[in-house]
């Protein structure tokens, strides 16, 4: 089909995830026709892009998008990917998102009345299009990787689904976020040496003062902090997701949670050289810095309980172990000898927009934009980092974030009818 042959809508959003139907929900309220198109499944990420055991690190109490929130028996457990998938689903269901599954957008452009979208379906134009598509549809690799010897097997999250799937013998995991933390300990019970190599980091206990960390985040309005108000919304948007796991023991997983268990810390990786890699030194300092972010921000959780007259309902203040610096840490790995099997890159996730023919992706890959308000008339997004609070890509964050944007988009559509 040739474009401006193909179906016409007032609006479409690209990506069935939580974002693009929460778009779709305020859509609807609104009464603006548009199609959620996807090329997958709903809830894909989820589906073929998480590890087997992973499970959300924010509590189900927190699993709320418009109009559905988390009524089971568990308010402070942590959802499984197949839960996720469910609650995902049913919030399609409710609010009966027109999603086109399995089929590929492969190009948007500007046309004279909006955009042009080539799909692996034919041609589709619309007057305003939100990006939906999510935040991490690639892993990010640092380029030292193609350095690494040939005989070292690499894998990203996305390839990784549970130890068994890695050869027997050493791994090193690169990266000490969530995912490098989780996924670490996870090869460490499996019985394998694991290294961990630790860069800047997020250190959050999993409770305090008897409550889940995250219920203070929301508490203490952190999470609602506006992407206009935040001194450093660059820094904001490029912070490391903080050292959780979602367990039904509502385990701590830091530093030295993961040294108890064997995992053995060294630096940054700061190259791949003659089948080396090599890593940063000041551990000391790198761990004296999380802590220090750490207490920081719980002194803010207790100035707001004091402040807020809730101190009666929680436990008293508390303040943890400092990160165990090792006696001795090794500067340098010898990844041609044998002793590492695997690397596992943890290394962060990025947006994939080769089919956004817009100019408005920066050199970093990243998409120019004001609050969702995307730097082209009628182009709106969702689902990126603070797009407009501290909560955005989280489930529980879309929702005013999803309104707003809508709101953004009703109004234009009606200043360009005039
Ligand atoms: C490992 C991990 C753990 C996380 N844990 C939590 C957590 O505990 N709690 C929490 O609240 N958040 C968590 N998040 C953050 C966030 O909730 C997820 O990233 C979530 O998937 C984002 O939803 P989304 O709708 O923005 O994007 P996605 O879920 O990625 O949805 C985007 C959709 O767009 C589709 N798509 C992409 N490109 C195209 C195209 N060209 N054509 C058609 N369709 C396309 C994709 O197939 C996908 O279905 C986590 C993220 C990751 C990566």
């Known amino acids: 089909m040739t474009p401006g042959t193909g179906e016409r809508f007032t609006a479409v959003v690209i990506g069935a995830g939580h974002a693009g139907l929460a778009a779709s929900y305020f859509l609807s309220q609104r009464s603006i026709d548009h199609v959620v198109l996807e090329r997958g499944e709903i809830?894909?990420?989820?589906?073929?892009?998480?590890?087997?055991?992973?499970?959300?690190?924010?509590?189900?109490?927190?699993?709320?998008?418009?109009g559905l929130r988390y009524e089971g028996p568990d308010p402070d457990g942590y959802m499984t990917m197949g839960e996720v998938t469910e609650f995902i689903e049913r919030f399609a269901k409710i609010c009966a998102a027109?999603?086109?599954?399995?089929?590929?957008?492969?190009s948007v452009r500007p046309a004279e009345d909006g955009y042009e979208l080539t799909t692996s379906q034919g041609a589709i134009s619309a007057r305003a299009v939100v990006i939906a598509s999510g935040a991490c549809n690639a892993p990010a690799v640092p380029a030292l990787a193609d350095a690494v010897p040939a005989a070292v097997r690499q894998l990203t999250p996305f390839d990784y689904r549970d130890p068994a799937g890695l050869p027997d013998g050493g791994v090193l995991v690169v990266g000490a976020s969530a995912t490098g933390v989780q996924l670490a300990a996870e090869l460490a019970r499996s019985g394998r040496p694991v290294t961990l190599s630790v860069g800047e980091h997020t250190r959050l206990p999993r409770t305090y003062r008897g409550r889940d960390v995250l219920w203070w985040m929301d508490a203490a309005g952190v999470w609602d902090q506006r992407y206009?108000?935040?001194e450093?919304?660059?820094?904001?948007?490029?912070?490391?997701?903080?050292?959780?796991?979602?367990?039904?023991?509502?385990?701590?997983?830091?530093?030295?949670?993961?040294?108890?268990?064997?995992v053995g810390l060294v630096g940054r990786l700061a190259a791949v050289r003659d089948g080396r890699a090599l890593f940063s030194g000041g551990?000391?300092?790198?761990?004296?810095?999380?802590?220090l972010k750490m207490n920081r921000l719980l002194?803010?959780?207790?100035?707001?309980a004091a402040q807020a007259g809730r101190d009666a309902e929680v436990d008293a203040p508390e303040r943890f172990e400092p990160t165990r610096v090792p006696e001795t840490t090794?500067?340098?790995?010898?990844?041609?000898?044998?002793?590492?099997?695997?690397?596992?890159?943890?290394?962060?996730f990025r947006p994939d927009y080769r089919w956004l023919d817009v100019p408005v992706v920066d050199a970093k890959g990243q998409l120019r934009h004001e609050g969702g308000v995307v730097d082209s008339p009628g182009l709106y997004a969702l689902g990126?980092?603070?797009?407009?609070r501290r909560k955005s890509t989280f489930i529980y964050g879309i929702e005013d974030d999803a309104r707003e944007v809508v709101d953004h988009l009703a109004r234009y559509l009606t200043a360009v009818r005039m």
Request: aromatic share 6%; no cysteine; glycine share 10%.
């Open 43 to 66: 809830a894909n990420s989820w589906r073929q892009e998480r590890w087997e055991s992973l499970r959300l690190l924010t509590p189900n109490w927190q699993s709320r998008l418009p």
């Open 98 to 106: 027109p999603v086109r599954a399995g089929l590929n957008v492969t």
């Open 228 to 230: 206009d108000e935040l």
């Open 232 to 262: 450093d919304l660059g820094r904001a948007r490029r912070l490391p997701s903080p050292q959780l796991v979602g367990t039904p023991e509502r385990t701590a997983l830091d530093l030295n949670a993961l040294g108890a268990v064997g």
């Open 283 to 291: 551990l000391r300092n790198v761990f004296s810095l999380a802590d």
């Open 299 to 304: 002194g803010t959780f207790d100035d707001w």
């Open 330 to 348: 090794r500067l340098q790995l010898n990844l041609g000898g044998g002793e590492i099997q695997t690397i596992v890159w943890a290394t962060g």
């Open 384 to 388: 990126l980092p603070v797009l407009r």
